[in-house]
């Protein structure tokens, strides 16, 4: 199963753009990345997923390089309801186990 | 995005007894769920998968005599904690896999708190 690395906190302001970049440098062919979105006391919530290049939803976008060793999960204009914590997955799609890191504290300021 | 449950949302249960959490699949079959334990301010830890209509395969340390796992449709599974302990209580969460395309996606449930006195 591919680890993945990514910045145990980040701190930002309302109304700017977040990026949290994901180190996945073993991933597999097969496999995809994914994100998620922790508030305490409350389940993931998912956020996104790709396999390359660019997607984009109404809530992020993802972008995932040539050589899928990292990728960047973009948050455009976050509120205070972003903070949160992220995680950054690698989803095997024969398994489909997801290991969850120690993600990405977003704290959101006014 | 996909729905998913847990019943009960929180539970205090003496220490000795057993209790059972239900997740399920509210808008789609889940073939493949997932069980997941988490303490304060750590992470999530994959404790289980459970397959519908076959055991669950258990990670490396997760007891399966004391917790039990059945998924006995496409749309249930469930986690039973077999003589609890204090060392139990925890925030546990399960979540189901849905074919997306050639690939998969994963939905979590809103989680259950238990605590054991």
């Known amino acids: 199963l591919a680890k993945t690395t990514q910045p145990i906190s980040m701190d930002s302001y309302e109304g700017q753009e977040v990026n949290i970049t994901c180190s996945h440098n073993?991933?597999?062919?097969?496999?995809?990345i994914t994100w998620y979105q922790q508030f305490p006391s409350q389940g993931p919530r998912f956020i996104i997923q790709?396999?390359?290049t660019k997607v984009t939803n109404e809530v992020a976008s993802l972008f995932i390089p040539a050589d899928r060793k990292s990728s960047t999960l973009s948050l455009p204009r976050v509120s205070l309801s972003d903070t949160a914590v992220y995680y950054c997955l690698v989803l095997t799609s024969n398994t489909g186990k997801l290991i969850f890191g120690q993600g990405t504290t977003l704290q959101v300021k006014p | 995005g996909a729905v998913v449950s847990q019943h009960p949302s929180r539970v205090i249960c003496k220490s000795g007894t057993s209790v059972k959490i239900e997740c399920r699949s509210l808008d789609f079959q889940a073939t493949t769920m997932f069980w997941y334990r988490q303490f304060p301010k750590k992470s999530l830890m994959l404790m289980a998968t459970s397959n519908e209509g076959s055991k669950a395969t258990y990670e490396q340390g997760v007891e399966k005599d004391k917790f039990l796992i059945n998924h006995a449709s496409l749309t249930l599974s469930t986690l039973t904690v077999t003589s609890a302990h204090p060392e139990d209580s925890s925030f546990y969460i399960c979540?189901?896999?849905?074919?997306?395309?050639?690939?998969?996606?994963?939905?979590f449930g809103p989680g259950t708190r238990l605590t054991v006195t």
């Open positions: 073993n991933i597999a062919t097969n496999d995809y």
């Open positions: 979540s189901a896999r849905r074919q997306a395309g050639g690939t998969y996606e994963q939905y």
């Open positions: 790709g396999y390359k």
